[in-house]
């Protein structure tokens, strides 16, 4: 089922997609909900980021293929990074350029929307806890972590964290196409069937120290071609099997 989170008549909505008709979404987002009367009509809304978190928490060095492009040990465990929730954007929204950095890249990825409750969850009741999936751009001042020695700006400016276009429940996530596109080139293809640790893994790994609460996304990394340099002006895709085609474009700051 394809979800969005969108603004219509001036008010914001979760409704039911399909093809290009929104029908309203009655019930419980996070609990039991089913498809209503008819809404209106995709063209006529404006999208927003179909998650509203309480935290985001993302995995760096995911990708095994991303793993040896970089050169980098592979990890004994997830390392982990928060990105503020001032980070988040929608589809179609602007990613404005730090004003205090000059190597901004991006990346592409796949995250997970939580459900309910999750602390101390095992890896095998993880995807009880998830609600569906979204796509990301993982939007990193790389000048910054250099400086820094450090995740917090570098992976924290705001607008930096694009989430869309849907979020889609009922999918495998361990066998999705995800690609990244800067102004129509393609710079990642990969799949996430190349996860070093997979979404269950991570979930459980990061609700044994803390309670992922409904709403949370956790980012599940970034395949070979990520941290691309990016200027303002680009137009930066991301793109998953069964979620579709997330776009921003890179703007100078005011």
């Not at 209106?40 to 995911?62: F, Q, Y």
């Amino acid at each position: 089922m394809k979800i969005a989170r969108f603004q219509w008549q001036g008010k914001v909505n979760w409704g039911i997609v399909e093809d290009d008709t929104i029908f309203a979404l009655v019930g419980d987002l996070y609990g039991d909900f089913t498809r209503g009367k008819e809404l209106c009509r995709l063209p006529d809304v404006r999208l927003l980021a179909p998650a509203e978190p309480s935290i985001t928490i993302a995995c760096g060095l995911n990708y095994l293929d991303h793993i040896k492009e970089l050169g980098f040990e592979i990890p004994k465990v997830p390392a982990l990074f928060y990105k503020p929730t001032t980070t988040v954007i929608g589809p179609g929204d602007n990613i404005i350029y730090p004003a205090i950095a000059h190597d901004l890249r991006y990346e592409a990825e796949l995250c997970a929307v939580i459900k309910r409750p999750a602390k101390n969850v095992t890896e095998k009741d993880a995807m009880d806890y998830v609600l569906g999936y979204t796509g990301g751009n993982d939007v990193t001042a790389m000048d910054l972590s250099e400086i820094d020695g450090r995740l917090t700006r570098s992976k924290g400016c705001d607008t930096c964290g694009p989430l869309g276009p849907f979020l889609v429940t009922g999918l495998n996530p361990r066998n999705l196409n995800i690609k990244g596109r800067v102004n129509g080139e393609t710079r990642q293809d990969s799949n996430t069937s190349l996860m070093l640790f997979s979404i269950e893994k991570l979930i459980s790994h990061i609700s044994a120290f803390l309670t992922l609460r409904p709403g949370d996304v956790v980012w599940t990394g970034t395949p070979v071609g990520g941290a691309c340099p990016v200027k303002v002006g680009d137009i930066i895709e991301v793109e998953i099997e069964g979620i579709g085609v997330l776009q921003n474009k890179l703007v100078a700051p005011e």
